[in-house]
């Protein structure tokens, strides 16, 4: 595992200044960040993937707050045969973090992996957390994207009860033209529930008309 060398001070360590990337990002969404945000931040660690290493193992207790700066990341579930099953996928500016007191109190029962090698910024969710207290901006964001979860699972199940393959594929080439163009094809095959091999005829099909 791959991380950031701390600087080396023949004095005691200075507060560590937050990430320029991460507190732009953050500064774009929420607007003017409050000090205890930048207190926050100032604990933010940078960790290089490889393609395949992953940032999260099923079992371990989900603690940190994720921003991917660059690359692309899959959540996934092993099914009882242990075969992937590909749920989510996060790419260059995806921020992602235990929204849930379940997430945040129970081990978790999925991994996130680096399909490609990636630079992640990791933040101890408590201390964003606890600086997001009283803060309308963050319980915002919170609210939202708790919201677009429940809707994407909503309209997920739907697909799969209700659109064949090809539907659910078309769809996802309209809702997600960035994952089309930087996810493999097998990995888009496990999100839509089909074989590589079926997706490349779909796509074949769909060309020729």
């Known amino acids: 595992m791959k991380r950031m060398k701390p600087d080396i001070q023949s004095t005691p360590a200075a507060p560590v200044e937050a990430p320029d990337t991460l507190t732009a990002h953050l500064g774009r969404l929420l607007g003017a960040l409050p000090a205890q ?49 590909n749920k989510n996928f996060y790419l260059d500016g995806a921020m992602f973090w235990p ?39 963050w319980q915002a964001l919170e609210r939202h994207t708790l919201a677009r979860l429940l809707d994407d699972k909503m309209q997920r199940e739907q697909q799969f009860l209700q659109c064949s393959a090809t539907q659910r594929y078309q769809t996802l080439c309209t809702a997600r033209p960035e994952w089309l163009a930087r996810i493999p094809l097998r990995h888009l095959a496990s999100y839509l529930g089909v074989t590589d091999v079926a997706l490349s005829r779909i796509r074949r099909r769909l060309k020729a008309a």
Do not use: C, K, N
């Open 37 to 85: 945000a930048l207190a926050a931040l100032s604990m933010a660690r940078g960790r290089a993937l490889d393609a395949g290493e992953a940032l999260l193992h099923a079992g371990d207790a989900w603690t940190q707050l994720f921003w991917v700066e660059q690359g692309a990341l899959r959540l996934y579930y092993l099914d009882r045969q242990g075969q992937a099953a």
């Open 99 to 137: 929204l849930t007191p379940a997430l945040a109190d129970a081990p978790v029962d999925f991994w996130v992996e680096a399909i490609t090698p990636s630079r992640v910024w990791v933040l101890p969710a408590a201390a964003w957390q606890e600086a997001g207290t009283g803060w309308p901006a």
